[in-house]
């Protein structure tokens, strides 16, 4: 039996366990939502080894539960129930990375130690690796185990004691099926898990488990019960038919003679061609082969068209081309020529011809003029001089001629002249002195000098000049001509530019000007020079052009005659193309007439050769076949017309007439088969309908008398008595029992009770749609409770029953009365159930609860806020607190928090 439950690291839980023992009853008292009712459904996982039907708060299946029970961690969150039979062992439950959950075995009792490990008072759930190890260590000769799910479902339940399981069942009890991992135990069991899911249709169930009817199905309610009767009277019309159509079969066979007669004739004609064609095919095959000599003479007249022939026309078209060109270009060049020297018909290159002179002569002005022009451009870019220092050097040089043109005016009045006696003395004042100065009139000297041999004596100053050149000669009047011819000149040249810079962009356009005239003038020149070669030349090309026409004569005619032999070869090409062609046509033509005749499936070569021409027999054929064809689709008309009579589907009609030639012989032996099936079909279909309702019947008397009594001993709050009442489906019943009557009559029509047997199977199969029909479709539970004033009322077990604790209580009775039969009656046997919702149960409710359960081996695990008297053990669970970080820390539990309690006259 289960002796204790412990869940380590779950999303709630640190560590939680409690201790069944010897305890008859067990309550855990929280407030709400601190995990009650978390803990108890985690039987869930020890008692529901399919874990499809495992179902906890809220109705939330497994998958939605892993996160609540393991922490969404496989590495350390587990749930271990420690069993006592014949000694110690443990099923440990963890999750997997996959998010399910694997279950292992664990030989001997419980050891806290190796699951956590104490650190400062505080325990910390070890990892899973070191569990093993740690077990491994403890119990080297029988290490954990990892169940499979058959080895889970045979070790948790199994009729046989030896196999310590957790809950001995009575060899009675078998698996839902042989892959299934659920059982009736588990069927009833799991809806206490959860009293509130416990309706009239999981009672109906239950109740059906508890009688062992739940797997006897009525099958023969499907269509292929109805088949049956259809094919037994199919035979009977089947039979009548063949009487009718004995006149039109005997047509039919004469019409298959006449069928195998053409199809012998066109056996033989398809076999004739077929051996014929190889030899046909032969012979045009090898007259259009490539290497046949037809197809060598095509491919010689297509090379001499195409390579000499057209070659020899191109070369001919190639040439002439070329000599068109050739003339083309003459003409060209004289019409150019003609052009030129009319446009030089009044020049010659000749000293007598005075255009031709007058033209040099503007040509050689024209490039004097430029070049002064462009020297006066570059000496400009030379000089970078601007306008304003131009017209200040004009300016000067204005002014020194002028003094220039004075001076020479007065040479004989000017001061250096007539400063002294002495001629030395006028040398060395013409030395020291400014020009303009020296050249001043004689009447600026107020005192001759008369000595000049010491300091140059300037205002009150004196200066030594001794370093100053003396000049050895004084200029003359020429000297001074000449630099007023100097002056002048420069002054004309600045005039020059002065004009340039002004007028720079117009002397420019003139330049330009003036290099396109040269340049116009200098190619006229040239050409005009060049006249004497174009006259030769002219009538050097007349000579050549007559020359030219003369070929392209001659070439043309050579054309047309290529043309001609071309034409000719290409005549006898086409004729022999023409030729090959006719053979191909002929072999594709007799080519479609093996294939259409080889695809005539429908005819069997035979084997023999026809004195027939070949070119004849695919016509003969053709006539033939479609006669043939005509006399097969009477045939199969025929066939097909006396196949919907017998409602047959026979293609091949040779098996056919064989198959109904046969059925005709025998139709007095299918006489007396068909009455043979009589009795058949009344044991096949009536004789089970008979005995499943007999079985419904034996289920009814199980409830009125051996269930009903056995809830008579426990009384419920003010319910006196709880009876259980059928209600039968009657359409269904009556229909069922019509049918287990259904039987037939001697001969071959039926009778009315056969009528209403039929019909009422016609009906439930319609009603069914085919499908099977199982005891609990008969009928529908009606609980009715007698209370304690007397007053008897049927009530709904989908509905609440009176108060939410009498409903809890009536409907864990009504499953537990089930269950008890199920198991061992046995103290080594007792099962661990869930009872929630203590508080609304009620004190005598308990206790008669408990006592019931004592007597029948379970365990009530109770759940309630508050304690309730009258329960053996209970385990007070505080609400966590809070940690630093306002979050509610996980609850931890155990003996330390169990107070058993012994009760005084408890018995």
């Known amino acids: 039996m289960l002796n204790k439950i412990i869940i380590i690291n779950s999303e709630l839980y640190a560590k939680a366990s409690i201790h069944i023992g010897e305890s008859a009853s067990i309550q855990i008292t929280a407030e709400n939502n601190v995990g009650k009712s978390s803990f108890i459904n985690a039987l869930n996982f020890l008692y529901i080894t399919d874990k499809d039907q495992m179902r906890f708060e809220d109705d939330r299946k497994l998958s939605d539960s892993m996160k609540h029970y393991f922490d969404g961690t496989s590495l350390h969150s587990f749930i271990i129930f420690e069993i006592i039979k014949n000694g110690y062992y443990s099923i440990l439950v963890k999750a997997t990375p996959e998010n399910t959950i694997e279950y292992y075995k664990i030989t001997g009792e419980y050891d806290e130690s190796c699951f956590v490990e104490i650190q400062n008072n505080k325990f910390k759930a070890r990892k899973f690796r070191d569990i093993l190890q740690n077990l491994t260590l403890k119990n080297p000769t029988d290490v954990p185990v990892k169940l499979t799910n058959e080895e889970l479902y045979n070790l948790v339940y199994n009729s046989d004691k030896n196999k310590n399981p957790v809950v001995w069942l009575k060899k009675s009890i078998k698996r839902n099926g042989r892959k299934s991992f659920s059982n009736s135990f588990t069927d009833i069991y799991r809806h206490l898990i959860r009293t509130s899911d416990i309706n009239e249709k999981s009672f109906k169930n239950a109740l059906l488990v508890a009688d062992g009817q739940q797997h006897f199905p009525l099958n023969v309610l499907s269509s292929s019960s109805f088949e049956k009767i259809d094919e037994f009277e199919k035979k009977k019309t089947h039979l009548q038919c063949l009487i009718s159509i004995k006149p039109d079969f005997e047509k039919l066979k004469l019409l298959n003679d006449e069928f195998i007669s053409h199809e012998s004739i066109l056996g033989k004609l398809k076999n004739t061609f077929l051996k014929k064609f190889d030899k046909v095919e032969q012979e045009l095959s090898n007259k259009i082969d490539e290497n046949s000599e037809l197809s060598i003479l095509i491919k010689n007249l297509q090379t001499k068209i195409n390579i000499n022939l057209k070659k020899e026309r191109d070369d001919l078209i190639s040439l002439k081309t070329t000599k068109k060109n050739n003339l083309g270009t003459l003409q060209n060049e004289n019409n150019k020529l003609y052009t030129e020297l009319e446009e030089l018909k009044d020049y010659e290159p000749n000293a007598e011809n005075l255009l031709f002179q007058g033209l040099k002569n503007n040509l050689v002005e024209e490039d004097k003029r430029l070049t002064e022009l462009v020297s006066k451009l570059s000496q400009l870019e030379r000089s970078q001089f601007t306008e304003k220092e131009i017209l200040f050097s004009i300016e000067t040089l204005k002014n020194d001629i002028t003094k220039k043109q004075n ?178 046509e002929d072999l594709i033509g007799f080519k479609k007439q093996y294939k259409e005749i080889l695809e005539t499936y429908d005819i069997y070569e035979i084997e023999e050769i026809l004195d027939t021409s070949f070119e004849n027999i695919h016509e003969e054929f053709h006539s033939k076949y479609k006669k043939f064809l005509r006399i097969k689709d009477n045939r199969n008309t025929i066939k ?53 309702l007999t079985q419904f019947n034996d289920f009814k008397t199980f409830v009125s008398r051996s269930y009903n009594q056995k809830l008579a001993e426990y009384p419920i709050s003010n319910i006196q008595s709880v009876k259980v009442k059928i209600d039968d489906n ?68 989908s509905k609440q029953v009176q108060s939410r604790g009498t409903n809890i209580v009536l409907k864990l009775y009504l499953f537990l009365n089930i269950l008890k039969e199920l198991v061992h009656n046995n103290s080594e046997n007792r099962v661990i159930i869930y009872v929630d919702e203590l508080d609304a149960i009620g004190q005598k409710n308990v206790k008669h609860l408990i006592q019931f359960c004592k007597v029948n081996h379970f365990v009530p695990i109770f759940a309630a806020p508050r304690k309730v008297e009258g329960i053996e053990k209970y385990y007070l669970i505080k609400e966590p607190q809070k940690d630093s970080k306002n979050q509610r820390r996980k609850i931890s539990f155990g003996e330390l928090q169990s107070f058993p309690v012994i009760y005084r006259d408890a018995e």
């Open 407 to 584: 001076a020479i005016k007065r040479f004989d009045n000017l001061l250096y002249q007539n400063i002294s006696k002495d001629e030395n003395t006028i040398k060395k004042v013409y030395s020291f002195l400014n020009r303009d100065v020296a050249e001043l009139d004689k009447s600026k000297i107020k005192k001759e000098i008369s000595k000049s041999d010491f300091p140059l004596q300037f205002f009150d100053g004196l200066i030594d000049v001794s370093d100053i050149n003396i000049e050895t000669e004084l200029p003359t009047i020429k000297n001074l001509q000449e630099e007023l011819l100097s002056k002048q000149k420069e002054l004309k040249e600045k005039n020059s530019q002065l004009q340039i810079i002004q007028n720079r962009k117009s002397v420019e356009k003139e330049v330009q000007k003036l290099k396109s005239t040269i340049k116009t003038n200098s190619e006229f020149i040239q050409r005009i020079e060049k006249k004497p070669e174009h006259q030769t030349k002219l009538e050097e090309n007349k000579k050549a052009l007559k020359y030219l026409e003369k070929e392209l004569n001659d070439i043309d005619k050579k054309i047309d005659d290529k043309d001609l032999e071309i034409d000719n070869a290409k005549a006898d090409l086409s004729k022999k193309i023409t030729e090959k062609n006719k053979y191909k």
């Open 640 to 692: 097909n017309e006396l196949n919907n009579i017998l409602n047959l589907d026979i293609q091949d009609i040779k098996m056919f007439i064989r198959e109904i030639d046969e059925e005709i012989t025998n139709i007095p032996s299918t006489q007396k088969v068909i009455n043979g099936l009589l009795d058949t079909l009344s044991h096949e279909i009536g004789s089970p309908t008979h005995s499943f």
């Open 730 to 797: 009657t359409d269904l019943i009556s229909d069922l029992d019509k049918i287990s009557k259904l039987k037939f009559s001697d001969g071959l029509d039926f009778d009315n009770s056969y009528a209403e047997s039929r019909e009422a199977l016609e009906r439930q199969l319609s009603n069914n749609n085919g499908k099977t029909i199982n005891i609990v479709d008969l009928f529908k539970i009606n609980v009715e409770i007698t209370k304690v004033t007397g007053k008897t009322e049927t009530i709904d077990l």
